[in-house]
């Protein structure tokens, strides 16, 4: 707020634009990482005031919306969803596993018969990523929309030695 352009022509200043604009509600504190022996391409996002000493926090795996969608991308509103989660405690975990485009055309197709793979995929990510961020493995929770919602529900059906809080 109270900054200003200015429309400017042969070097001379025309008309100053106010910008009136706020200061966004959330924004995203991301790392982007690899997780586990496949290099899985990772975000993590910590709640905005999170302090070392608060020590490690619930986990929320949050899955991309289909086999063949990227969620880890280096674009800072990618994450404001993810970000207004970690602010309610959490630590939120992006984990684009087998199926996401963008690494070999290999690593999208290895789905193709066995999508319990992406799964796989999430839990090797949560595991590497523990041990570098304060992430409470006793209390991890997952959420999920369209392919994301599916791979939730097969979460805490097939592995709830994983996904309870």
């Not at 025309?14 to 982007?32: F, G, K």
């Not at 070392?52 to 969620?71: A, F, I, K, N, Q």
């Amino acid at each position: 707020p109270g900054s200003a352009a200015w429309v400017v022509r042969d070097g001379k200043r025309l008309v100053r634009i106010a910008n009136h604009s706020q200061e966004p509600v959330v924004s995203a504190r991301v790392t982007l990482t690899e997780g586990g022996a496949r290099r899985i391409p990772c975000a993590v996002l910590l709640p905005s005031d999170y302090q070392e000493s608060d020590g490690p926090l619930p986990v929320l795996m949050d899955p991309y919306g289909g086999p063949h969608g990227r969620r880890v991308v280096a674009a800072h509103n990618a994450y404001l969803t993810s970000q207004w989660f970690a602010d309610q405690g959490f630590a939120v975990v992006v984990a684009d596993g087998r199926g996401a485009p963008g690494r070999s055309p290999a690593w999208e197709k290895a789905v193709r018969d066995d999508f319990v793979l992406t799964l796989d995929d999430q839990i090797e990510a949560l595991h590497a990523l523990a041990e570098r961020f304060p992430l409470d493995l006793d209390r991890v929770a997952i959420r999920g929309w369209s392919y994301g919602g599916y791979l939730a529900g097969l979460a805490v059906l097939r592995r709830p030695d994983v996904f309870h809080a």
